[in-house]
């Protein structure tokens, strides 16, 4: 009884119901259709220790060698996290980041440590120019501030730091996908609508 009540009252709204998804599935339309194209971006970083122990026996200085390099990694990860950091790449891309909050810095790059001696940065960038400037001003900016800190040293060689080329991926909008699923949710919020006009009267 209830299923052919709830049908009763689909059809009598049935007018709101379909207006309501096509308005969502336009609006919705209109925004992946004018949304610009993205360039995400993914390089990865690589070090290595120096000055290994060399000797044919067992060689203590390969598992404190693997050790630094981790916590080298570890301690590059979390620069990722820290608004002056970013702020200091994004200088030397000359990428405008005027009235970016604290928390929006943070997200616009990310680092994800792969194993110990492998760090991912993803971002995303508005031209595949300005992804290219991001990538560079990255690896510059990261074997500055090692130097600076004395992990990287022009004699003694401490560690290695090696950043691959960076993988630029164009992604855009999925118009139909976007609008499908639009008109969809619309049809839901319709019917939703549908029923708290019957509840009103």
């Known amino acids: 009884m209830e299923l052919k009540l709830y049908l009763q009252i689909i059809k009598q709204q049935k007018k709101i119901i379909f207006i309501t998804a096509l ?3 336009f609006f919705v339309f209109i925004f992946s259709f004018f949304a610009p194209t993205v360039y995400e971006t993914s390089l990865s970083i690589e070090t290595e220790r120096k000055n290994i122990q060399e000797t044919s026996d067992f060689r203590y200085d390969d598992y404190y060698a693997l050790k630094a390099s981790e916590m080298f990694v570890d301690s590059m ?84 730091i090696k950043t691959s080329e960076p993988i630029i991926v164009e992604k855009n909008p999925l118009v139909f996908l976007n609008t499908l699923i639009g008109l969809f949710s619309g049809l839901f919020i319709g019917i939703l609508i549908g029923f708290f006009r019957k509840y009103l009267e």
Not at 80 to 94: G, L, R
Not at 122 to 131: D, H, I, L, P, V
């Open 23 to 25: 308005l969502v599935g």
């Open 77 to 160: 990860a979390k620069w990722f996290s820290n608004p002056e950091f970013i702020t200091q790449i994004c200088q030397k891309a000359e990428v405008d980041i005027s009235g970016a909050s604290l928390r929006n810095l943070k997200k616009k790059i990310k680092a994800d440590k792969m194993s110990a001696q492998y760090l991912e940065i993803k971002f995303k960038a508005n031209t595949r120019e300005e992804s290219e400037k991001i990538s560079s001003a990255i690896s510059l900016t990261i074997k500055e501030r090692s130097k600076n800190l004395g992990w990287t040293d022009a004699k003694e060689n401490i560690f290695s």
